[in-house]
């Protein structure tokens, strides 16, 4: 049962029974998130599940406390996987699902656009990439704007760049557990970010676009810069063949360094009574190969990040694929707990597009944000 679509997964499947031809592969797709969720959800609690589903942040907790997905700590391509994508995929005790690739995000630029304006490489540090705003505002473009929603991929960056710097580590688990506030660990991050909008540099209107009109406007050539991801990528190119992109990490302040948004794909889980659990164990194995890997991430593509093979990313993607590989990206909807994760994520894009629009102040937002905390605790 799966959330890709036929297109595809088709090539990986036919690989597959290539491989196996005594083996019969039925493929049913149902769309992510929420429906995919509950139809699972209702098919596991039936008995009429398939052998081999998704496993991802929305279900995870759901999944191992009903004890509806199979150990696979014992396969040996689980050594395989990036760190982050087996922790993703681990709990208690035992690693529940095959996550082969990640996605990571941070500035798509146009660079034609950026020679234009005298840049032979992309900025690196925050102070830098605020100028190159202020150059291209003036030179009659829409210099910037994060894909809108809750993807705001400047913020995560900067958020995981002055973790890094600050702390030495991931803190969000402290901030929960009350040991700290967002008031402290964001102030400085999320001011940073906000320059882009108190400064004039970016309109607040684009938080109204959606993202087909955000990717329109960069394929046109209108707007220089976009923060978001691979899948955004891809469809500005589909938009303009002849347009040249590359996507670099989030310019940081010193002495950090540039990083990424970003976070382990989805995994690929057995059921725990699966009717053909040897076929399902050899489909993952398989999955995990360099050619059945290759095979998906060709049309899935997100960069693979198993560490057993080595798939060329797309020119525009060279950088983020090796970020991805190394487990170099910070994500909040994947950081934060599961059971806080969807509601403060609603909180988050509410706060931010009050900042935003200058309704609320840096101070406001994460007084906000730790309310909601401490509401979801209790």
Excluded at 246 to 251: I, K, L
Excluded at 336 to 356: F, K, M, N, R
Aim: aromatic share 10%; charged share 15%; hydrophobic share 40%.
């Amino acid at each position: 049962m799966t959330w890709d679509t036929t297109a595809v997964m088709q090539n990986a499947v036919s690989l597959f029974k290539k491989k196996y031809p005594s083996v019969t592969v039925e493929m049913t797709y149902t769309p992510p998130v929420t429906q995919y969720i509950s139809t699972l959800q209702e098919r596991l609690l039936a008995g009429t599940a398939a052998d081999i589903f998704i496993y991802t942040a929305e279900n995870l907790a759901q999944l191992n406390a009903g004890h509806f997905v199979m150990n696979l700590a014992p396969q040996p391509w689980v050594k395989y996987m990036a760190t982050a994508n087996r922790q993703y995929m681990s709990a208690d005790g035992g690693v529940w699902a095959l996550s082969p690739a990640a996605w990571t995000a941070g500035v798509i630029y146009n660079t034609d656009i950026l020679a234009k304006a005298g840049y032979k490489s992309i900025p690196t540090v925050w102070d830098d990439f605020l100028e190159l705003c202020a150059k291209l505002k003036r030179m009659g473009y829409t210099a910037y704007s994060d894909a809108g929603g809750n993807n705001w991929m400047a913020l995560e960056g900067r958020i995981g760049s002055h973790y890094m710097q600050a702390y030495g580590r991931n803190v969000d688990p402290e901030i929960f557990a009350g040991k700290l506030s967002f008031q402290k660990a964001w102030d400085k991050p999320l001011t940073q970010y906000a320059r882009l909008y108190s400064e004039e540099l970016v309109p607040a209107s684009t938080v109204g676009l959606t993202g087909t009109e955000i990717d329109q406007q960069v394929a046109v050539g209108k707007q220089a810069m976009l923060g978001s991801g691979p899948w955004d990528v891809t469809s500005i190119q589909q938009d303009n063949p002849k347009i040249s992109l590359f996507m670099g990490a989030v310019p940081s302040v010193p002495p950090g360094r540039p990083y990424w948004a970003g976070a382990p794909n989805e995994g690929w889980a057995v059921n725990a009574k699966a009717r053909n659990p040897k076929a399902a164990l050899a489909f993952l194995s398989f999955l995990a190969s360099p050619q059945g890997t290759a095979a998906y991430i060709a049309q899935e593509g997100f960069p693979s990040t198993m560490q057993n093979s080595s798939i060329p990313a797309k020119p525009a993607l060279k950088a983020a694929a090796v970020a991805a590989k190394a487990s170099q990206y910070y994500f909040t909807a994947v950081s934060w707990p599961s059971e806080y994760s969807a509601q403060l994520g609603v909180t988050l894009e509410a706060e931010i597009e009050a900042l935003i629009e200058g309704k609320q102040t840096v101070k406001q937002v994460l007084e906000a944000m730790d309310a909601e905390v401490e509401r979801l605790r209790k």
